[in-house]
Structures are given as structure tokens and as C-alpha cells.
């Protein structure tokens, strides 16, 4: 019998900066809602920069497999 490796949990699952930027909306769509936004604009202010951070981390990841696909062309055009 195959045993299922996957641990089953409550909550939220942060795997990729996708998700992080997911979960950070949902907090921040919430404090707008509950017009809690000056409350808590220090916070909101950290979570939007770590939203900025995820955000970066997903292009730069873009960038280099573009930048891997031109070098593999280059050495191509090269032979």
C-alpha cells in the first residue's frame, strides 16, 4: 500500500511568491472593507512591501529564464 506523503494541515499553504502575494491581498482587501486602513497602515505598509518582495522574486525568475533561452540561442547561432 502506497502511503500518501502529503501531510494534510488547516490554513494556508506559502510555497511560491504567488501564494504569498494571494494571502497578502486577502489581508489587505480586509482592512479596506472594515475601513481599518489608517489603523493599521503600518502594518498594511510592511505586508504591501513583502507583496513588492514576492512580486520581484517572480519576475526575476522570468528574467533569467529569458536571459537562460537567448544564451541557448547565442551558442546555437554560434556553431
Known sequence: MIDNKIVKRRGITLKTPEDARRIIRRVVDRAFEENQVLE????????????????????????????????????????
Do not use: H, P, V
Request: with cysteine; charged share 35%.
Open 40 to 79: 493599521y497602515s503600518g502594518r498594511i505598509s510592511q505586508l504591501l512591501s513583502c507583496w513588492l518582495k514576492a512580486y520581484e522574486m517572480d519576475k526575476l525568475r522570468e528574467i533569467e529564464s529569458r536571459l537562460a533561452a537567448l544564451e541557448q540561442q547565442s551558442k546555437e547561432n554560434k556553431r
